[in-house]
């Protein structure tokens, strides 16, 4: 289990973006070209969304009710397709709706981060002079403070939860997004097109949007899928710790741990949130890679 | 002829000055050392030099882009301060040296032009900013259809004749222009520079024209200053400077300069100009002799 998406270094944003290259979307990826990739990518993506929305519709059993005397059925008994957990909860249902928790999570804790790190990266970037340094210097302390440590402080003061963890994944995940547009702007903005911009008397504000940003969003975008899959990750090792979503919630993560024990003998427990968060985790990276490829970075 | 249009008086850029870590003064690296230059109405003037002479830097201060570290210009008379007003700005207006990189990659060029007239105020509507779009396309010789199409469609010629509509979108005064053609296949570059010259003619602009190329020069322009390592080493009216020139310099500057064509030769600047003749390699001046020191600095340019 990894916690690479809390524990970034420096080297991070370069050692994901290959990381990315050597992913199972982008083997999908050279085999079915990357119009495909994309489509099939947001198809599957687009599924998981959809049972994260409905599930409450769909799901036959209520997530949370347990039903100790039909702990462990296998699957298929009694109407529970995929069996029960150690507590007698159906584990279709607590699947259907881990979806919902992991994907809110998962967008919550790459959305801040994303949106924030851009903005102040590409700003700094642009701008250079003490602005620059000033945002050097946090991006590094940021990569060398201990990303955990951070999180167990803040569980102490606002208590586990779905907003602590995006919090801590904002606070820290942020200078990744940062540091990558900080360099792209950097660099864009010695180009002549924004030289240009600048004599013909564009306002400042506007140079940054219209100009900047669309030709420097394209590899955050990508860090951002596969961003989305390290943390739903990371939250499984946040149950580990007892700092991730607090229980009965169904999260994929902790329905992993928990049914450690069962290996050996109901093995399906473990296999089923596995299954969910490797199509998940395939089609962020087609959506990923599909995109890298179409908008032709790397 | 009684005041220059600009006036450059003791013109210095530093590179990299301030301290280092340990707080010891750090050399800077003098790009300008004191130039001074005059540029009349109507006339162009030619700032020729090899690579990391300080010609571009110099275009950079003229434009606005570069502090001068001492130094000032005026234009008409006036200041012309670093942080300049609207009125200021457009009156002086600069045709880039990379076709590649000087157009926004994913606008299309209807809609930078749109927003270049739309932001100064020279068209209140969009309607009215596609009419005079259309307009200075014609005047660079592209067709209309190119306002729906972002640079990639656009050959390296074609990126520099719509770089030249977009500098002359703000109706300025005074063209800069840093070679503008050196990034341009050999070929189509007469052309271009034909339309540069014709629409000079044409607008009544003063031009300050960069080059490596005293044939181009000659062409094209009707004073020139020589640069060498930051400084002006020769200057006066084209004809004088190049039958005649006092520094070795030039001498071998001149030597290496390319065979172009006369300019008249080629008609219609939108036709692609048929390369008259195989002419020395042009791309690149270097001028032979031992001219500059060797520079660590200078693959800059
Ligand atoms: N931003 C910069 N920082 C440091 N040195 C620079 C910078 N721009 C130019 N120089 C240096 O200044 C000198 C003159 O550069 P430039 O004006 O671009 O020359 P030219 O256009 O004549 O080739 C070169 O030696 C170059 O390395
Ligand atoms: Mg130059």
Redesign the interface.
């Known amino acids: 289990m990894s916690d690479g998406a809390l524990n970034p270094s420096a080297e991070l944003p370069r050692a994901r973006r290959a990381a990315v290259g050597r992913s199972l979307g982008g083997a999908v990826r050279k085999r079915i070209g990357a119009n495909a990739s994309l489509t099939l990518g947001c198809v599957i993506f687009g599924t998981m969304l959809l049972i994260a929305a409905l599930a409450s519709v769909i799901a036959p059993f209520n997530p949370d009710t347990q039903d100790i005397p039909h702990a462990l059925t296998a699957p298929g008994v009694e109407g529970h397709l995929l069996g029960t957990d150690q507590l007698g909860r159906d584990v279709l249902s607590r699947l259907l709706y881990g979806a919902r928790i992991d994907i809110f999570i998962a967008c919550g804790s790459v959305l801040f981060p994303f949106a924030i790190g851009l903005i102040v990266g590409m700003l700094a970037g642009y701008r250079g002079g003490w602005v620059d340094s000033v945002l050097v210097g946090i991006i590094d302390i940021v990569f060398a403070f201990p990303a955990l440590v951070l999180l167990v402080a803040l569980v102490f003061v606002l208590g586990p939860g779905i907003g602590t963890i995006v919090i801590a994944i904002t606070l820290t995940d942020w200078v990744s997004y940062a540091q990558l547009s900080r360099t792209s702007s950097r660099r864009e903005g010695t180009?002549?097109?924004i030289?240009?911009?600048?004599?013909?008397?564009?306002?400042t504000r506007?140079i940054l949007f219209?100009?900047v940003l669309?030709?420097i969003i394209v590899q955050p975008i990508v860090l951002a899928t596969s961003d989305a899959l390290l943390i739903i990750i990371a939250i499984t090792t946040l149950g580990f710790l007892g700092l991730g979503v607090p229980p009965p919630a169904p999260d994929w993560g902790t329905m992993i741990s928990e049914a450690q024990p069962y290996l050996n003998v109901q093995w399906w427990l473990a296999v089923a949130p596995g299954v969910a968060i490797i199509i998940t985790g395939l089609g962020l990276s087609l959506i990923g890679d599909g995109l890298a490829a179409k908008l032709d970075v790397r | 002829m009684s005041e220059p249009l600009l006036q450059a008086k003791d013109l210095c850029v530093h590179f990299g000055g301030g301290r280092t870590m340990t707080g010891r003064r750090k050399q800077p690296f003098a790009a300008l050392k004191g130039i001074d230059f005059e540029i009349n109405a109507g006339e162009a003037f030619a700032i020729v030099g090899e690579s990391g002479a300080g010609k571009s830097t110099a275009a950079r201060c003229v434009?606005?882009?570069q502090r001068p570290t001492r130094g000032e210009l005026l234009f008409a008379g006036e200041p012309l301060p670093f942080r300049r007003d609207?009125v200021q700005?457009?009156a002086?207006?600069?045709v880039?040296?990379?076709p590649y990189?000087?157009?926004?990659?994913?606008?299309t060029i209807g809609t930078a032009l749109d927003?270049?007239l739309r932001?100064?105020k020279i068209c209140d509507s969009r309607a009215a900013a596609r009419k005079r779009s259309v307009e200075l396309l014609e005047m660079v010789g592209m067709p209309e259809s190119a306002l729906d199409r972002r640079p990639r469609a656009f050959s390296g010629g074609q990126r520099q004749r719509i770089?030249i509509a977009?500098a002359l979108?703000?109706e300025p005064t005074l063209l800069v222009a840093d070679e503008p053609v050196s990034a341009l296949d050999v070929s189509i570059q007469a052309s271009v520079l034909a339309l540069l010259k014709g629409l000079q003619r044409e607008l009544g602009l003063s031009m300050l024209f960069i080059s490596h190329d005293l044939a181009v020069v000659r062409q094209l322009c009707d004073r020139v200053a020589v640069m060498w390592d930051g400084e002006i080493i020769e200057t006066g009216p084209v004809e004088e400077v190049l039958s005649n020139p006092r520094q070795e310099f030039t001498k071998n500057l001149l030597a290496a300069s390319t065979d172009l064509p006369p300019l008249e030769m080629v008609v219609d600047p939108a036709a692609p100009a048929a390369p008259a003749e195989p002419t020395a390699p042009a791309g690149r001046a270097d001028p032979p002799e031992p001219t500059a020191p060797a520079d660590p600095t200078a693959e800059r340019s």
């Open positions: 180009q002549e097109y030289l240009a911009a600048r004599t013909g008397g564009i306002p506007r219209r100009h669309p030709n | 434009i606005g882009l609207r700005r457009q002086i207006q600069m880039f040296q990379d990189s000087s157009l926004s990659p994913r606008m927003e270049l932001v100064n770089g977009r979108a703000l």
